[in-house]
């Protein structure tokens, strides 16, 4: 998802991602070795565009891998994750451990993330 990269800094971008991926694969480097996580819950994120992205990573050759959002106090999404969460973070900082935080978030109920968890599991198995 370019907006969230561009969210989180945009460190790289799609086309920078596939390259290395290709030169990765091309040195000799497995699938399972190309693990990329992909991150889900960002305040605002939609299921569906993590469902994108770790069919993206499965075309470029890269073995997608979940992992939680968690929200950090003074970072530059902190405000927004404040504002979006239905759970006092500020004042109580269990609420920010990502296993409680996706929790307040409509997109990713536990069955969406069981199947995003399942089509990346099903895709990291596919040659």
Not at 81 to 105: C, D, H, K, M, Y
Request: charged share 25%; proline share 7%; hydrophobic share 35%.
């Amino acid at each position: 998802d370019e907006d969230l990269q561009k969210l989180t800094g945009n460190k790289t971008g799609n086309n920078e991602y596939r390259k290395a991926v290709e030169l990765l694969r091309l040195a000799g480097y497995t699938r399972e070795e190309v693990g990329t996580y992909v991150m889900l819950g960002f305040p605002g994120q939609a299921a569906d565009d993590v469902k994108d992205t770790i069919e993206f990573i499965h075309k470029c050759g890269g073995a997608p891998l979940l992992s939680y959002f968690s929200p950090i106090p003074g970072t530059r999404i902190w405000r927004e994750a404040a504002r979006a969460s239905p759970f006092p973070i500020e004042a109580e900082p269990l609420f920010q451990n990502n296993t409680v935080f996706i929790r307040g978030n409509k997109a990713f109920v536990p069955q969406t993330v069981t199947e995003l968890k399942e089509l990346a599991i099903e895709l990291r198995n596919l040659p």
